[in-house]
């Protein structure tokens, strides 16, 4: 399902598709002066995405390697066979005959005459990424509406994704738009300081606090209050 929730500025323009596995997220991402376009995730598949396009995609951002994440990757690169993916040189992806491009933190890529940031945010998934473009940033399963990511999986680990949102994330201005990875919040974007005044997760004081707010989480999932 499209969300019309399409965000547009001078130089780019981002769609937003709902389905996948999990209320997931892709997005378009197309820059408006040469109208070159990349999708954030492939979680949904091609054809839902292809009559909103204005010329093929010239590459997948992949936030993390998670399957729901990454489950359309074969895909789309029957649909584009010159497809580029882009992520974290440690992903799943990044194999001989994918036409993998690996990125590491602060580099930058071009789409058309935008520059994309890579941030890289392990916590939630070793090789989770950001991508920050101008006013937004694209941030998979590192932050949602009104939390952080989980850190229960093989790959995780709480005390990077504290650094990862609170020293990486948060350093960002925060009228900086978050487009996560899953549409799990009352609504499916808000800038940084919205978010933060969202949920608990997000308003830490210190690396134990965040460890503790995390395992009252989590135990509260468990006993599904």
């Not at 492939?42 to 839902?48: D, E, T, V």
């Not at 584009?80 to 990044?94: E, M, Q």
């Not at 935008?114 to 945010?121: A, D, W």
């Not at 974007?189 to 005044?197: A, L």
Request: with cysteine; net charge positive; hydrophobic share 30%.
């Amino acid at each position: 399902m499209r969300k019309n929730l399409s965000k547009i500025n001078s130089d780019f323009s981002i769609q937003s598709f709902e389905g996948g596995y999990d209320k997931n997220f892709s997005y378009l991402l197309t820059c408006l002066q040469t109208m070159n376009s990349v999708i954030i995730d492939a979680s949904i598949k091609p054809n839902a995405l292809e009559p909103f396009q204005k010329s093929n995609p010239i590459a997948i951002l992949i936030t993390h390697s998670h399957n729901d994440h990454i489950r359309y990757v074969n895909e789309y690169r029957e649909y584009y066979p010159n497809i580029k993916l882009i992520g974290h040189p440690k992903s799943s992806l990044n194999k001989e005959g994918n036409n993998f491009l690996s990125v590491n933190d602060n580099a930058i890529i071009n789409l058309g005459d935008l520059e994309i940031k890579i941030i890289h945010t392990p916590g939630h998934y070793f090789d989770s990424v950001c991508f920050l473009v101008g006013d937004a940033v694209f941030t998979g399963d590192t932050i949602f509406i009104g939390r952080t990511g989980r850190t229960i999986s093989k790959g995780s680990d709480t005390k990077d994704l504290y650094n990862s949102v609170y020293n990486k994330l948060f350093k960002l201005p925060h009228n900086v738009m978050i487009y996560p990875g899953h549409n799990y919040g009352p609504k499916p974007s808000m800038t940084i300081s919205e978010n933060i005044n969202a949920g608990s997760l997000l308003r830490a004081k210190s690396e134990n606090d965040f460890m503790d707010r995390m395992r009252d989480y989590e135990q509260k999932r468990i006993k599904g209050s």
